[in-house]
């Protein structure tokens, strides 16, 4: 009896699933609040994985970032993971939600489709990977990109104009709390501002500020240890003398959004007696009098001694050290090694060295010095 067997055919291979993830980005600049990226992160994640056809490969999301750099972390890592073979297809709400810089918005879409990954804008209705996807997105790209050059041109617009009436756009600085129009003094820190000038003034540099208040548990505005940055920054700004200087800084563009210092190229604005003040005007000049002083401090003179003073003691150089005064500058030479107490060799005054002419090396002992071969003493 002839057995026949039946050969099914093979069933055909399910399509391979589309490893799906979204982009989205809130920007501060137009007042946004968080609460809105989260309803952002929900939507595509319900909406993602309510698709049988898609896997599920994540939300990626920026907060308070501008869409006009591609300086944006999880930006970045979207980017990082496409090109890594994790994600087939990425959808984002708009183009300006993804960049309204023209120029890197198509260096991204065409990297991303010579790998085959397509990107998806909601609004525009456009998808990277059509044949007039690229013509579409030059196209609404340039459009976004003006609107971003002309939303920046109303904000600065608005901004300059208050300049002009004396209007500062932020007080957020530490000695001071902004609340309801009213500018109030924290006592607590403008007496820590105040012991910063007269420590500065009795001449102590801003590192060594720094450290005494470090020492006594004192932070900076952001709760964080001063620095010899932070000290000199209090120490180089006017508001503390009640008065405002407007529009020190400005933005170099809508592109790079990059402070610059205002060197003359945009009308700076000063407002007297704008708020309560913590020093004086006398004692904030003095500072920058000072600070004048003390940027003027490397001499010819004092190169030419550098390296060049052995100590006696424990064989390691001098170096110099200025004392800032009120009316001007006393300079000293001591030994490396006296740091932590471990040479109590002598400090030697600027003026005795200046009395003689040196060639080579200089030893020193106590009161003497071995200058050229020749022993010099010199009173303490």
């Given at each position: ?23 989205a980005r809130v920007s501060e600049e137009k007042g946004r609040l968080l609460n809105s990226l989260s309803a952002q992160i929900s939507h595509y994640s319900a909406f993602i994985q309510n698709n049988a056809e898609w896997e599920y490969a994540g939300v990626y999301a920026d907060s308070g970032e501008t869409g006009t750099t591609a300086d944006r972390a999880e930006f ?305």
């Amino acid at each position: 009896m002839t057995r026949i067997i039946k050969i099914e055919p093979p069933l055909p291979a399910l399509p391979k699933r589309k490893r799906v993830a979204a982009y989205a980005r809130v920007s501060e600049e137009k007042g946004r609040l968080l609460n809105s990226l989260s309803a952002q992160i929900s939507h595509y994640s319900a909406f993602i994985q309510n698709n049988a056809e898609w896997e599920y490969a994540g939300v990626y999301a920026d907060s308070g970032e501008t869409g006009t750099t591609a300086d944006r972390a999880e930006f970045k890592r979207l980017i990082a993971d496409c090109l890594g073979g994790k994600i087939d297809i990425v959808l984002t709400k708009s183009i300006s939600r993804f960049a309204r810089n023209t120029v890197d918005l198509l260096e991204t879409v065409r990297q991303l489709k010579e790998i085959g990954v397509e990107i998806r804008f909601e609004k525009e209705g456009v998808n990277s990977l059509s044949g007039d996807g690229e013509f579409m997105l030059t196209l609404l790209s340039g459009v976004a990109q003006e609107e971003s050059h002309t939303l920046s041109e109303n904000t600065k617009w608005g901004i300059r104009r208050g300049f002009k009436q004396g209007k500062t756009n932020s007080f957020c600085i530490y000695g001071y709390k902004y609340k309801d129009g009213v500018c109030e003094i924290i006592e607590e820190q403008a007496a820590v501002i105040r012991r910063m000038y007269a420590e500065y003034i009795g001449g102590r540099s801003p590192r060594e500020i720094a450290r005494g208040l470090d020492a006594d548990g004192i932070k900076s505005y952001t709760g964080i240890k001063f620095n010899s940055n932070s000290v000199r920054h209090i120490l180089e700004n006017e508001r503390y003398t009640g008065d405002l200087l407007l529009q020190k800084t400005y933005v170099e563009n809508h592109i790079t959004h990059r402070d610059m210092v205002n060197k003359g190229e945009l009308p700076m604005y000063r407002v007297e007696n704008a708020h309560p003040a913590i020093i004086s005007n006398e004692t904030f000049q003095t500072a920058r009098e000072m600070q004048k002083q003390r940027l003027a401090i490397k001499t010819p003179y004092a190169s030419a001694l550098t390296s060049k003073i052995k100590c006696g003691k424990c064989g390691k150089t001098y170096h110099r050290q200025s004392e800032f005064r009120v009316g001007g500058t006393f300079h000293t030479w001591k030994c490396w090694g006296r740091k932590n107490s471990k040479c109590d060799n002598a400090i030697i005054p600027e003026y005795v060295l200046k009395e003689h002419e040196i060639a080579a090396v200089i030893i020193a002992y106590e009161n003497i010095l071995i200058v050229d071969g020749v022993e010099i003493k010199w009173h303490r």
